[in-house]
């Protein structure tokens, strides 16, 4: 069973519609006792890093996140949930003070700078292929897709080899698909993106089977 994770952040209906479109085995569960036979985990959501962490510290779910991650139960982030992946953020209501993500992956979340940049960043924009190799999630997607996109804050100091494909918003190129061992994540919205986007969660639908 893949187990999506209710913590109070947006936009999950339309991710459990997308995941029945492969599967009856999913279920949105808001209790970490509901993790104990999982065969994948999904973050989904919209909204903010700090109060995403918060509800999840408040339900219990980051150690028993972690703890199935680290046992190789494949975790897959969406939007919010794929920057929760990272070491930490500085999107919070505390000026000057970050908050701790689930650590997973090298690298930090930060807002958008740049005089030329509109923020948030929102709308279709195209995947530029980094290390073909490592490619699971991607399999069936051509490089320079579109997918839909919309956040103001991005991953910098991201361990390249983790890095699956880039996006550039104007003069900056930042990581949006991730992979790594058992850990997967975009930034982008899969489940708005079309039969391109579908296709990623139907890869990691396939990927919780083995």
């Given at each position: 069973?893949?187990?999506?994770?209710?913590?109070?952040?947006?936009?999950?209906?339309?991710?459990?519609?997308?995941?029945?479109?492969?599967?009856?085995?999913?279920?949105?569960?808001?209790?970490?006792?509901?993790?104990?036979?999982?065969?994948?985990?999904?973050?989904?959501?919209?909204?903010?890093?700090?109060?995403?962490?918060?509800?999840?510290?408040?339900?219990?779910?980051?150690?028993?996140?972690?703890?199935?991650v680290?046992?190789?139960?494949?975790?897959?982030?969406?939007?919010?949930?794929?920057?929760?992946?990272?070491?930490?953020?500085?999107?919070t209501?505390?000026?000057?003070?970050?908050?701790?993500?689930?650590?997973?992956?090298?690298?930090?979340i930060?807002?958008?700078?740049?005089?030329?940049?509109?923020?948030?960043?929102?709308?279709?924009?195209?995947?530029?292929?980094?290390?073909?190799?490592?490619?699971?999630?991607?399999?069936?997607?051509?490089?320079?897709?579109?997918?839909?996109?919309?956040?103001?804050?991005?991953?910098?100091?991201?361990?390249?080899?983790?890095?699956?494909?880039?996006?550039?918003?104007?003069?900056?190129?930042?990581?949006?698909?991730?992979?790594?061992?058992?850990?997967?994540?975009?930034?982008?919205?899969?489940?708005?993106?079309?039969?391109?986007?579908?296709?990623?969660?139907?890869?990691?639908?396939?990927?919780?089977?083995?």
């Amino acid at each position: 069973m893949i187990a999506v994770l209710d913590f109070g952040m947006g936009n999950i209906h339309s991710c459990l519609k997308a995941i029945s479109r492969y599967t009856d085995s999913y279920k949105l569960v808001d209790s970490p006792e509901d993790l104990k036979n999982v065969s994948g985990i999904i973050l989904p959501g919209d909204g903010a890093f700090e109060k995403a962490m918060k509800n999840l510290e408040a339900k219990g779910f980051v150690e028993a996140v972690t703890e199935k991650v680290n046992s190789g139960v494949p975790v897959f982030g969406i939007c919010i949930g794929y920057q929760l992946l990272f070491q930490d953020s500085d999107e919070t209501t505390k000026e000057g003070m970050l908050v701790n993500g689930f650590g997973f992956l090298k690298g930090r979340i930060r807002r958008f700078k740049g005089k030329k940049l509109k923020v948030p960043h929102m709308g279709w924009n195209r995947l530029v292929f980094e290390n073909k190799k490592q490619n699971k999630i991607l399999q069936g997607i051509s490089n320079g897709t579109y997918m839909y996109f919309i956040h103001s804050y991005r991953p910098i100091e991201v361990e390249f080899k983790a890095v699956v494909a880039s996006c550039s918003y104007y003069e900056e190129k930042f990581p949006v698909v991730v992979e790594k061992e058992n850990i997967f994540g975009t930034q982008f919205h899969p489940e708005k993106s079309d039969r391109a986007g579908l296709k990623i969660l139907e890869n990691f639908i396939e990927l919780t089977k083995t």
